[in-house]
């Protein structure tokens, strides 16, 4: 079955731009949404269908994908950007979402 | 505004029935699936399933097909998540989710979450 793969963690110091990667087979056909979750909280999707951000998401998210590789960058992280980041993908196999098991950012 | 409201936090105990809900509002309710998504303490993002609103077709994810029912009742907006018999392995958050669009197939509107707590 399609698997999806991330780092459990990352740390980075405020200001500074952080790269969260989600890694998977023939990445670059797939359609890739990232979210974050805070503490005690839903998700929120920050980016859909590789690279588009929702309306009222900062700038600062930006998405990208190539052929095994999806990447989240936060440029200018804040402080209010520590949670957990989890990459998505459509399982075309079973017809359902499917998660990666999302990366703890931390700022330092 | 889309919002996706949610029954509250329930404890059960192992071999107890349960049935948590979803009510959809701000949106055609009939016009875009409902999905759940389950979070066990600390850890990931599970999915589920889905029902099509419209027509209440369900499809489930094979790790949690037979373990669960998903149904809605379109007269009054609300899509539930049930189970015949709770174990302690089902203590976890659930959220029921949005599509973005009618033909997206990916969450864009969660609900809260609802802590199901069940005690062996």
């Known amino acids: 079955s399609y698997v999806l793969t991330q780092s459990p963690s990352v740390s980075v110091a405020p200001g500074q731009t952080v790269k969260i990667t989600c890694t998977g087979n023939n990445f670059g056909k797939k359609a890739v949404n990232w979210y974050l979750q805070k503490p005690g909280q839903a998700p929120v999707l920050v980016v859909y269908d590789d690279s588009v951000r929702p309306s009222g998401i900062a700038e600062r998210f930006s998405g990208s994908n190539s052929a095994d590789t999806a990447t989240l960058s936060i440029s200018s992280v804040e402080a209010v950007d520590e949670a957990d980041y989890f990459c998505?993908?459509?399982?075309?196999?079973?017809?359902?979402?499917?998660f990666g098991g999302g990366t703890k950012l931390t700022v330092l | 505004e889309v919002q996706l409201v949610q029954s509250g936090a329930e404890v059960k105990k192992s071999g107890e029935s349960l049935k948590i809900s979803c009510k959809g509002s701000g949106y055609e309710f009939t016009s875009y699936w409902i999905g759940w998504v389950r979070q066990k303490p600390g850890k990931g993002l599970e999915w589920i399933g889905l029902i099509y609103t419209g027509d209440s077709d369900t499809k489930y994810s094979p790790a949690f097909q037979g373990q669960v029912t998903i149904s809605a009742d379109k007269s009054i907006d609300i899509a539930y998540l049930q189970w015949g018999s709770l174990t302690a392995s089902d203590t976890a958050t659930y959220y029921c989710?949005?599509?973005?669009?009618?033909?997206?197939?990916?969450?864009?509107?969660w609900g809260r979450g609802s802590l199901v707590i069940v005690s062996s």
């Open positions: 998505q993908v459509w399982d075309a196999e079973n017809e359902h979402p499917l």
């Open positions: 989710v949005r599509p973005l669009s009618r033909w997206g197939n990916f969450p864009a509107y």
